[in-house]
């Protein structure tokens, strides 16, 4: 847990340089000199100071400065004077200045949420630079409760982390996800994946599955599909059966990378009684450059895949007949699954519906129902039928429709 504090503390100063760096949204809305109330001489005191901001004469104006101090007394002026008193302090880095300006200016009850939200994040981020935690902490929440961001939601689940509580961090990194996706603008990767890691931190399972799901959604590339498949197997906890349909996923996303993958996949169809995908599982792997087809681990394997493939070949077409014959759907989730394992992606669709008709599993006849089509280019029908998928399969089909999406 050391590096995620490491990771907040360094977050939160990044945010500061950023907040402190931005102009507020009320500054110098008015001039203070077309304010007749305000008496002639915090006019002219507040005048000397404008002229010397706008010649961006930052000496001059920090003399001006002084004056105007001396000058200034109605409530009114010391509106004015402490907006303008923000931008000497930006301009001359000066933060116990920066900090009382934006005290002045939040006890002024002239601002409106957006602007309150502004300073409060500004206030936190001085706090923060001080390693005043505390006080960085309390102001952070308060731009959130008055005008939440994206960045105050990511900054102040920092301070959720450095404290423990990852549960709240988990929420807040969501929420800044949201209000960035709201806002139109891209997300970073790192949000996502720090979800993950908090997430499995709080041992919210399904939150590390949303996360995860959102991430390979916004973020699609083999390495990533790879790591979104394992992440998956880590947290959904997948029977032998979605074990299979989870490696078909990441074989169709090209996640599968070494020798090592191709084998764990070869191996799991060979276990589920698949021949024809333990095979072309090989093959594809040598055509790759990922197996060596003479190393002792792979020629013995590869050998055996060919020669069982070879043998369940000629037994599909009396699996068609018996599933056809049949009362219960099994026989037709039996042959769908060698003929899927084979390639025929239409026969394989065909039965499964066959399967579905007779009282087959629903959930598994579905997600494969939406496999085979999918893989045959019938993408309407594959979209329905992996939105049929309930249970503990619905979150595997929710990744194949987000692949599935993005082929398209």
Request: charged share 20%.
């Amino acid at each position: 847990m050391k590096s995620l504090c490491k990771v907040a503390l360094g977050l939160t100063v990044g945010l500061g340089v950023a907040s402190l760096a931005g102009s507020p949204a009320f500054a110098r809305k008015e001039a203070p000199t077309a304010r007749p109330g305000l008496p002639k001489a915090e006019r002219t005191a507040l005048a000397s100071l404008k002229a010397a901001l706008d010649a961006r004469d930052y000496p001059g104006a920090v003399s001006a400065l002084n004056a105007a101090q001396a000058s200034v007394r109605s409530a009114d002026g010391r509106y004015y004077l402490a907006v303008m008193q923000v931008e000497i302090a930006r301009g001359t880095n000066n933060l116990p200045l920066l900090s009382s300006s934006i005290e002045t200016l939040l006890a002024s009850g002239r601002l409106t949420p957006v602007e309150t939200g502004s300073l409060y994040a500004s206030q936190g981020a001085i706090a923060a630079l001080a390693n005043e935690r505390q006080r960085a902490e309390a102001a952070y929440s308060k731009a959130m409760e008055m005008a939440p961001t994206a960045d105050v939601a990511v900054t102040l689940a920092q301070f959720r982390i450095v404290a423990g509580r990852y549960s709240e961090a988990v929420a807040l990194v969501q929420r800044a996800i949201d209000l960035r996706r709201a806002s139109g603008q891209p997300v970073p990767e790192s949000w996502y994946r720090r979800g993950i890691v908090l997430a499995a931190a709080a041992k919210q399972g399904p939150d590390v599955l949303r996360f995860n799901r959102e991430w390979i959604e916004a973020n699609p590339s083999p390495e990533n599909w790879r790591d979104a498949i394992l992440t998956y197997r880590d947290y959904a906890k997948p029977d032998a059966a979605a074990l299979v349909d989870a490696i078909r996923l990441d074989r169709m996303a090209r996640g599968l990378a070494g020798e090592r993958d191709y084998l764990e996949a070869a191996q799991t169809f060979s276990a589920a009684g698949l021949p024809g995908e333990a095979k072309s599982v090989f093959e594809e792997g040598v055509s790759a450059r990922n197996v060596d087809p003479a190393k002792a681990t792979f020629k013995e394997a590869i050998v055996a895949a060919g020669r069982d493939a070879t043998a369940a070949r000629p037994r599909l077409a009396s699996l068609r007949s018996s599933a056809a014959s049949a009362a219960a759907g099994a026989p037709a989730m039996a042959a769908a699954d060698q003929l899927l394992s084979f390639g025929d992606y239409a026969g394989a669709a065909d039965l499964y519906r066959v399967a579905l008709q007779k009282g087959g599993d629903a959930d598994v006849a579905n997600t494969r129902l939406g496999i085979a089509l999918a893989l045959g280019g019938r993408r309407a029908e594959a979209d329905a039928a992996f939105h049929s998928v309930a249970g503990p399969r619905s979150e595997l089909a929710s990744l194949w429709l987000i692949w599935l999406a993005q082929r398209s």
